[in-house]
């Protein structure tokens, strides 16, 4: 099945008890029992809910998975699987990530004895320095939160892969329409579903998806031991979001492409992060792993002065000053003060992630308004 119809039907049928083609929201805590233990496959909510099923199904097919797995948020996705490890096991993880994460890794689980090293990583080589027999995880990110790195998944998972270790790939930025870490050898696809995926800006969600059955098997144990599941209400809205997902990231691609290019020629900027940009060192590694290049798009001012990036955000009209991404309006966001903040300022430094980095989500809006908004903003 290609890709534009799973999102519409990959795990989806017309409920079996009225015909509904939309998945009903199953709005229920408990199941009943016709005897002890005899039930219909659903016993709880927090355990198994049939609208949260058929998120799940279709999630496993768009990442060319076996299982998706749903969370509360995308944190509460990753902290599942941190909880796959032990005391004394070891993580490599790229050091250009969402602010959220590097907080989930240092402020908690650094705290129950597990070690990262944050690495820049862009292909399977620079892992290679920070393993050893502790190692058990690779964690990265591609595009990478904010600066827009580009990884070589299949470069690491070929590294991964022979030293035994678990490859996860936050596929925020990317989503499946964009690229499929799974195909590339990666263990583990996570996804906040919070952004492109549900797409409008009115859910908090995350998601894994694996192929494997033994990791299968210990992710939703967590899942449904430490219980930070979504309600089925929210679940419908995701799935809801995700059958418009292919015709939203080629507005998004294209609009973000436009924007990349329009600020790269702008006599007042200065840097221009993004893939698509033919001097960014990702963009051949870029145009072969993904479909396209996305809509995210991070700049900083040519004189990189932070008075003005600041004066330039609260400028901004159409482009909502903001938290998050892959909505279908425009965000502006920065990092420093906001996403990144829970990154000590020297660690961000030290990562290229500059105070006067500005970080844009490109929307659905029509391309001359947004350029108009960036216009009069940057004065
Ligand atoms: O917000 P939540 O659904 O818990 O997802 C966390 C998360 C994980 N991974 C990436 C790449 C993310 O960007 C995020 C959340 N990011 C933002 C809120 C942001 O504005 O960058």
């Not at 292909?123 to 050893?132: A, M, R, V």
């Not at 691609?253 to 436009?258: A, H, P, W």
């Not at 990562?351 to 108009?372: A, P, Y």
Request: with cysteine; charged share 20%.
């Amino acid at each position: 099945m290609e890709f534009a119809t799973k999102l519409i039907h990959a795990g989806i049928e017309p409920d079996p008890t009225t015909g509904a083609v939309m998945t009903p929201i199953f709005q229920t805590s408990t199941y009943a029992q016709t005897s002890p233990g005899v039930h219909k496959g659903y016993e709880y909510s927090r355990t198994h809910n049939p609208t949260r099923t058929v998120l799940q199904n279709n999630l496993a097919a768009l990442e060319n998975g076996k299982y998706g797995i749903c969370f509360a948020t995308g944190l509460a996705a990753t902290d599942a699987v941190m909880k796959i490890l032990k005391p004394g096991d070891e993580v490599v993880a790229s050091s250009d990530l969402y602010g959220g994460t590097y907080r989930l890794f240092t402020k908690v689980f650094q705290e129950f004895g597990i070690k990262f090293h944050f690495v820049k990583i862009q292909s399977g080589e620079d892992i290679i320095p920070f393993l050893n027999s502790n190692t058990k995880l690779v964690w990265v990110e591609t595009p990478t939160n904010p600066l827009l790195q580009i990884v070589d998944i299949l470069s690491l998972s070929s590294v991964t892969n022979q030293k035994g270790l678990l490859l996860a790939v936050d596929n925020t930025f990317a989503t499946p329409f964009l690229q499929n870490p799974l195909s590339l050898g990666a263990d583990i696809v996570m996804h906040s579903l919070t952004k492109y995926m549900a797409g409008h800006s009115d859910v908090v969600m995350g998601a894994l998806i694996v192929k494997d059955d033994a990791l299968h098997q210990k992710l939703a144990f967590i899942q449904n031991a430490t219980g930070a599941t979504p309600g089925p209400m929210d679940c419908f809205l995701v799935l809801r979001g995700l059958k418009t997902l292919h015709v939203r990231m080629e507005r998004h691609c294209q609009n973000g492409r436009e924007i990349a290019d329009w600020l790269y020629r702008h006599p007042k900027v200065g840097h221009v992060y993004y893939p698509g940009l033919p001097h960014h060192v990702g963009h051949a590694l870029a145009s072969s792993q993904m479909n396209d290049f996305g809509g995210m798009v991070s700049f900083t001012l040519k004189n990189d002065d932070l008075a003005e990036a600041v004066k330039l955000m609260e400028n901004l009209k159409l482009f909502t000053l903001a938290e998050s991404l892959g909505g279908v309006e425009s965000l502006c966001t920065h990092p420093a003060s906001m996403t990144h903040a829970s990154i000590p300022k020297e660690e961000r430094e030290k990562n290229g992630l500059k105070d006067t980095l500005i970080r844009l989500s490109v929307g659905l809006e029509d391309i001359k308004d947004l350029k108009e908004d960036l216009s009069q903003a940057i004065g």
